[in-house]
Nanobody, 123 residues
Framework: VQLQASGGGVVQAGGFLRLSCAGS????????IGWFRQVPGKEREFVAG????????EYRDSVKGRFTISRDNAKSTVALQMNNLEPEDTAVYYC?????????????????WGQGTQVTVSS
């Protein structure tokens, strides 16, 4: 599966952005999809993930209540709605695909990665 992330940009604190991850290939609907982010000089971290059906989701604690992940398998897309953005959310965001149905937050389970999209939140 190939993935392409889009939707990044520059926004003021308190604003919102909607990231999209578009997948190609007929097997997209069978993958767990996750969003990760990375700041220069720091390790990449898990942000949110959704299993193949969309029924199971996981979030890192700092984004709970602000970010929502959802998927549309008919369109082979996964969206990350990010509300009430904070300067600490500034990072390059990546979407990734895992063939596993469990361990949504486990980076090592993700085998396919898209290119990143920059999110910058100004204070």
């Amino acid at each position: 599966v190939q993935l392409q992330a889009s939707g990044g940009g520059v926004v003021q604190a308190g604003g919102f952005l909607r990231l999209s991850c578009a997948g190609s290939g007929r097997t997209f609907s069978s993958f767990t999809i996750g969003w990760f982010r990375q700041v220069p000089g720091k390790e990449r971290e898990f942000v949110a993930g959704v299993n193949w059906s969309g029924r199971n989701t996981e979030y890192r604690d700092s984004v709970k209540g602000r970010f929502t992940i959802s998927r549309d398998n008919a369109k082979s897309t996964v969206a990350l709605q990010m509300n009430n953005l904070e300067p600490e959310d500034t990072a390059v965001y990546y979407c990734a695909a895992s063939p596993y149905g469990s361990g949504i937050s486990v980076e090592a389970r993700y085998a396919y990665w898209g290119q990143g999209t920059q999110v910058t939140v100004s204070s």
